[in-house]
């Protein structure tokens, strides 16, 4: 019997051909941490924080999770992928008397609140060997069943074609643990009852497992655990990894493995200020201690309080702007500044620290964000910049919306123009590229994104004859002008089967003298 499922070919859905780019698509957070329970390692889709609580559990006094999606869904957001995980949890076990020995069934999601039970019958058999098994997830608060796995005559015998511990691999609630039983597990009858099934409650409970470390949050690539779990979405536009422990950072090998993915995967990185971050000079000095200096990397500084909790501890405000980030790209598109009308934090929410002009302007020179009291009394995000501080080939890429709005840019040419890889390079199909590339951009430039309306699209599908399919791709040339840039951007799209690469352009052909761009 495998140990393990393998889930075979992986079908990524392309879009048609000549299918029209979305211009304003619903932008999509990613949250990595501990939870009570829920599967490890598999990025679920929520939408709001009730359905949190349900597949994860409520909010935890040993993790920050819960409050941080809770802060998403209050501040706007409205798509999260959660990835739970563990450092050393355990789930539930099962023990089914069958004879002097006994199926093992262990809990595939471990935790203290994942409750399961078992129960087993001998309904229509008339083989020694067979049984009926089920299995159910229960509420531990209501008792209600909330899930149910049936099994119908299953074997007890590992070299059986119908071996209960193969069956088991496509369950969610239970998998088969060694020893395996050498005879088949007995009924579990109501005492009294003969036709009656009970069910096996427990017999030793899931544990939580001990605070999460740095190499828990990034897990493994190859396994598809920890933030590389997000291999398996198609897209994201936002990662957060909320402080693993109630008083434990997120350190900087966690951080700086979640940048360089997030360089592969074109989102963006939220960065909580360190809690040992005290006032400005702290900050600035341990930006530059920790080398942070990437425009995929959104910082800020300080952390927020609850108003009037004199006693309440300052706490991250990293899931209140991931929030804030969806609602401002649904409402002004993420060319804007964050500063906006409507884009402040909840009123219950304050910084921790009053920063004045001098000292906003120091932090914004290191790529940290201020958090300041705003119009109505409502704090802000002050200063739009990403953590880039002009580190890259663009020195636009400091400013966050202009990083922002190229990366969804990329993005969204990627994903729409992937059918163009498997296409033969002819005029025609050069010809059609560019027209839905142009026909977006004018889109675009409606919303009001460009500075102006003149704007450099190329096609190129020149290395689409080479016989190695890695390579065979189509190159696309965009030369553009944000309406946050003091400069226009240049990106070349290396567009393969494999993915896409970008890159930049030195000597970049000019858009002054470029034609109004017109509807294609």
């Known amino acids: 019997m495998s140990e393990a499922v393998d889930h ?55 993790s920050s999770l819960g409050p941080a999606v809770k802060q998403f869904f209050e501040h706007g957001g409205q798509r999260l992928y959660i990835v739970r995980v563990a450092n050393n949890a355990r789930g539930a076990m099962i023990c089914l008397p069958a004879s002097g020995t006994a199926v093992v069934l262990r809990a595939i999601e471990p935790g203290s609140t994942e409750y399961i039970r078992a129960a087993v019958d001998y309904d229509a058999i008339d083989d020694d060997n067979l049984f009926n098994l089920t299995l159910q997830r229960v509420n531990p608060a209501t008792g209600l069943v909330v899930d149910q796995e049936l099994f119908k005559m299953v074997s007890c015998k590992e070299d059986a074609e119908n071996f209960v511990g193969d069956a088991l691999l496509t369950s969610t609630l239970a998998h088969l643990e060694h020893p395996y039983p050498a005879h088949r597990p007995e009924p579990t009858l109501k005492q ?102 990437s425009p995929n990397m959104l910082g800020y500084f300080p952390r927020v309080m609850i108003r009037s909790g004199a006693d309440e501890p300052s706490r991250p405000a990293g899931g209140a702007i991931a929030g804030l980030l969806c609602k401002q790209d649904r409402t002004y598109g993420p060319w804007q500044d964050l500063d906006q009308q409507g884009m402040g934090l909840q009123r219950k929410l304050v910084p921790e620290l009053v920063i004045d002009a001098p000292d906003r302007h120091m932090l914004n020179r290191v790529g940290l964000n201020v958090v300041a009291t705003g119009p109505a009394g409502r704090a802000r995000l002050i200063g739009s910049v990403t953590m880039g501080r002009g580190s890259e080939a663009h020195r636009e890429f400091a400013s966050l919306p202009v990083r922002r709005f190229c990366l969804q840019i990329i993005n969204s040419i990627a994903s729409a123009a992937r059918w163009a890889v498997f296409e033969s390079d002819d005029v025609t199909f050069v010809k059609r590229i560019r027209a839905q590339v142009l026909t977006y951009f004018y889109g675009l430039s409606d919303l009001g994104a460009f500075a102006d309306q003149r704007f450099v699209v190329q096609c190129d599908a020149g290395v689409s004859h080479r016989t190695d399919g890695k390579k065979h791709g189509v190159t696309i040339f965009l030369v553009f002008h944000p309406i946050g840039s003091d400069y226009p951007i240049s990106l070349t799209l290396h567009l393969t089967a494999a993915g896409c690469r970008v890159g930049s352009t030195v000597f970049a052909p000019s858009i002054d003298g470029a034609p109004e761009a017109t509807p294609v």
Request: glycine share 10%.
């Open 8 to 62: 075979g070919i992986t079908v990524t859905e392309i879009a048609a051909m000549d299918q029209s780019i979305a211009v304003s698509k619903e932008t999509t957070a990613a949250f990595v941490g501990r939870a009570l329970r829920g599967p490890l390692n598999t990025p679920l889709l929520v939408r709001n924080f009730g359905e949190f609580r349900r597949r994860f559990g409520d909010t935890w006094s040993r």
């Open 192 to 293: 009294g009852r003969r036709f009656e099934s009970s069910y096996i409650d427990p017999t030793q409970p899931g544990t939580d497992g001990t605070e999460l470390t740095d190499y828990d949050l990034i897990g493994s690539r190859k396994a598809h655990t920890g933030l590389f779990a997000l291999e398996n979405i198609e897209s994201f536009d936002v990662l957060y990894l909320p402080p693993p422990g109630k008083s434990l950072d997120a350190g900087p090998t966690a951080i700086l493995a979640a940048e360089l993915y997030c360089r592969h995967r074109g989102a963006m990185l939220i960065v909580d200020p360190r809690a040992e971050w005290t006032n400005v000079e702290e900050a600035v000095n341990g930006v530059r201690k920790l080398g942070y200096a």
